[in-house]
């Protein structure tokens, strides 16, 4: 069979019943950090356009889709845009390598489940079609793909949420594999946003959300696509990976190597590539305090070093300039601590900005992924050098941490602890709530 055959058969073998205790157990986590995320992102000024945009797009007198947080409703395409902004807002989704899929796949399940009014059992299965073909096409195809310019977000996002909107609407597996293929022929989004600062990653993931829909909707009118849309000449793999893939490879884990496995959290509202340099800069932080500081070398893996944005060093405009530079959340932290939502967007911090023009970032082929080595020098004394080793467990968060990391993250946003609570009831309770109690958690906070 052709890689979206195989895919389609994996996404409609998918049960509830017969998921692993711990792929179950990591969705609902999954589900925990995305809403949680969400609810903290209301106030996050980007949001606020993407809505503006959404009601432009479809009007808000009496659609069928809630626009989360904003008490209006409005068509599913304008809602599924400005929700995934709210939950792409402070940049802590989840992320599957290089892959942001939960940011994608939480907001349409819920319009499509509102929508639709189906029921809320089969929100798991749908999300966790979505994370594995998404991350199968991921962790073997990112590294060429990022290379070439694209954003891994918008690229296999597109696809993870055709699959996942394939599978909570009932499709059979011709129709599956339709939708997969139609995502691969509508899938696209540069990372040119982050060389300059700008906002277009903010929308990319309602766009790719967007995408999958319109992709499933079409397989399930009766489209007829192309059965080796990723291997063919001319298709996915060739245009974004521009060299050739092994199509067995990427198939052959499926249900058995789970990329659930490997979705990360992040704990700081930072580029998941900065999450290990600050954590750096933090060990180091009471090493130097006070002290004046000549200079600082970061070192990171290639892939990550050369990331779009990541050496930036300045001037500061933007949020996406200052999240996406390593010098930049490398020097927030050794002065101020732990960087919050509110102290990336702080661009005049003299202090923070002339040390960020004094640390090089370096790519070392020695340093492991999601590692880096951080060495600052002060005026006076020795260099100070700390190294941080982390794996993926480090940040795959089991249910009782993720409940503490977003109750703390709520809290410190101003939230509720009776909003708090209510989230946490819900997703103990995933499979027996209507969709509408998530709906109303953001009318309350």
């Known amino acids: 069979m052709s890689v979206v055959e ?44 993407a809505r503006r945009a959404a009601l432009a797009m479809e009007g808000s007198a009496s659609g069928p889709a809630s626009v989360l947080g904003e008490g209006k409703r409005t068509g599913i395409a304008g809602a599924v845009l400005a929700n995934a902004t709210l939950f792409h807002a402070r940049t802590q989704d989840d992320t599957c390598g290089a892959a942001h899929f939960g940011a994608t796949l939480l907001p349409l399940l819920i319009n499509l489940l509102e929508v639709r009014r189906l029921p809320s059992a089969v ?3 749908a999300l966790v079609a979505g994370y594995e073909v998404g991350g ?20 296999y996002g597109t696809v993870a949420a055709a699959a996942a909107a394939a599978k909570a609407i009932g499709l059979g597996t011709r129709e599956t594999a339709a939708a997969i293929a139609n995502a691969m022929s509508f899938a696209g989004g540069s990372v040119v946003a982050f060389s300059e600062g700008s906002d277009e990653w903010r929308y990319q993931l309602g766009t790719a959300a967007l995408a999958g829909l319109q992709a499933a909707c079409l397989a399930e009118a009766g489209s007829r696509s192309a059965r080796s849309a990723a291997e063919a000449r001319g298709g996915f793999f060739e245009i974004f990976c521009r060299e050739t893939m092994d199509a067995r490879a990427i198939t052959a884990g499926l249900g058995a190597e789970w990329a659930l496995d490997r979705v990360m959290f992040k704990p700081f509202p930072v580029c998941a590539f900065n999450q290990g340099p600050v954590q750096a800069a933090l060990e180091l932080s009471p090493r130097v305090a006070g002290a004046s500081i000549v200079g600082g070398e970061l070192r990171m893996n290639p892939a990550e070093a050369t990331y779009a944005g990541m050496e930036f060093k300045g001037p500061f405009s933007t949020l996406s300039a200052t999240l996406m530079s390593a010098p930049f959340c490398v020097a927030r932290a050794l002065i101020h601590g732990t960087p919050s939502i509110a102290d990336m967007h702080q661009f005049d911090d003299a202090g923070v900005n002339a040390l960020a023009r004094r640390i090089d970032l370096v790519a070392d082929a020695d340093i492991p992924r999601l590692c880096c080595e951080l060495k600052v020098t002060p005026v006076e004394g020795a260099c100070e050098h700390v190294r941080i080793v982390r794996q993926p467990a480090d940040y795959t968060y089991e249910m009782h941490r993720t409940k503490e990391f977003i109750a703390s993250t709520l809290l410190s946003e101003g939230g509720e602890e009776y909003t708090i609570n209510r989230l946490i009831i819900l997703i103990e309770n995933i499979s027996e709530f209507n969709i509408s109690k998530i709906i109303q958690l953001f009318e309350i906070h």
């Open 6 to 49: 195989n895919l389609a058969e994996f996404v409609v073998s998918l049960s509830a019943s017969t998921l692993p205790d711990r792929i179950h157990e990591r969705a609902r986590a999954c589900v925990l950090n995305g809403v949680g995320m969400a609810l903290a992102g209301t106030r996050v000024s980007h949001v606020a356009t």
């Open 123 to 125: 929100l798991l299965p």
């Open 136 to 155: 199968a096409l991921e962790v073997h195809c990112a590294a060429s793909s990022s290379r070439n310019g694209f954003r891994a977000s918008s690229l």
